[in-house]
């Protein structure tokens, strides 16, 4: 009896994974600029442009877990990519110490620049194999604040 409700509770949070997975990323994702869009509703729809950084990083992690958890998927994998890739492009302030920006517009264009030290991040990766999801070797860069 036991084993039958562990399996049911598996089965349930697998389609909820699922079900989450899917909604980012058949909503979320930007197909013109790359990264994701974190301002959605229930159904989907995009109410805001502008891009949260952190969020940026905290997708390009979770899928790229996915891959190594669950299985290398492309469309995961693919997802990972947008992600750090719009990261590394549109979200570090070179000329500031490589801090990060806070927001950034659907396109990249700074928003918002993060202002405190309790927001510094290091070590945000930037893998060859997207968080190991490759077997390629990961390679870190510095995105401090």
């Not at 390009?60 to 669950?70: E, G, K, Q």
């Not at 750090?84 to 990249?108: K, Q």
């Not at 991040?121 to 510095?142: E, H």
Request: charged fraction near 30%.
């Amino acid at each position: 009896m036991e084993r039958e409700k562990l399996q049911a509770w598996r089965d349930w949070v697998r389609a909820e994974l699922g079900s989450c997975v899917s909604f980012w990323l058949e909503h979320g994702m930007d197909k013109e600029h790359g990264g994701v869009y974190t301002c959605l509703t229930r159904d989907g729809k995009v109410f805001s442009t502008d891009k949260s950084v952190w969020m940026q990083g905290r997708c390009a992690w979770t899928f790229s877990y996915l891959c190594r958890v669950y299985g290398k998927k492309q469309e995961w994998l693919d997802a990972a990519k947008s992600c750090l890739d719009f990261l590394e492009e549109h979200c570090i302030n070179r000329t500031a110490g490589d801090r990060l920006y806070f927001t950034v517009t659907a396109d990249g264009k700074p928003l918002l620049l993060r202002r405190l030290l309790r927001h510094r991040q290091r070590g945000v990766l930037r893998p060859d194999g997207r968080a190991g999801t490759s077997g390629a070797r990961a390679q870190s860069v510095s995105a401090g604040v």
